[in-house]
């Protein structure tokens, strides 16, 4: 009979501790996928602030104008289910046309000294420093998530409901060495 009532205590705390287990998990990958989607907003705050740039800059450089305009109607969407690949892709090419309007404005001293232009460029900044604190934020809930998946017994439950391992964003030459404002 103690032996009867022990196995179900047993049972019925295996129980609450595997539910427990699962909804850590399911918590964790919601806050990893909603990490993504701040990083998502952020990329998508920069583009808004350097499409005002180019529309400032289309009086001093038609034709440079029109090819960053061109970039960035190619460019793809991002959102909260898109890859990192994908996110990492869509910065790059506005570090691209970023790195274009910088190099116009150095060719038209006039637009480097317009009011609209300094608080886009700021703009761009401010959003700059936002899309690197969500990187920081997110890669923060990947460590957690991840680790969750590989400690003992938690990876039991990780691999019998087919949790894996969240990807990092990781730094790169070309996002250690942002373009000057300046």
């Known amino acids: ?3 009867t009532i022990l ?3 047993f049972i019925i705390v295996f129980i609450f501790w595997l539910i ?3 909804n850590t998990f399911i918590t964790l990958a919601e806050r990893v996928l909603n990490g993504k989607a701040q990083i998502a907003t952020q990329i998508e705050s920069r583009w808004d602030a350097v ?3 180019i529309h400032a800059t289309k ?3 038609q034709y440079e104008v029109e090819t960053l305009e061109t970039v960035t109607e190619k460019r793809v ?3 909260k289910d898109s890859s990192i690949n994908e996110l990492e892709q869509d910065e790059s090419a506005l570090n691209n046309v970023v790195g274009r309007l910088i190099a116009i404005s150095e060719n038209y001293p006039d637009l480097k000294a317009s009011e609209v232009y300094k608080t886009t460029m700021d703009s761009i900044q401010k959003h700059e420093d936002n899309v690197r604190a969500a990187r920081m934020i997110y890669n923060d809930v990947v460590t957690k998530f991840n680790r969750q998946l590989k400690m003992f017994p938690s990876n039991i439950v990780a ?3 087919n949790f894996t391992e ?3 964003f990781e730094g790169t030459e070309t996002k250690q060495e942002m373009p000057s404002w300046e």
């Open 159 to 161: 691999k019998l409901f």
């Open 51 to 53: 499409k005002s740039l």
């Open 166 to 168: 969240k990807e990092y």
């Open 1 to 3: 009979m103690v032996l």
């Open 59 to 61: 009086k001093y450089a």
């Open 20 to 22: 427990k287990t699962y």
């Open 7 to 9: 196995a179900i205590i």
């Open 77 to 79: 969407n991002v959102g």
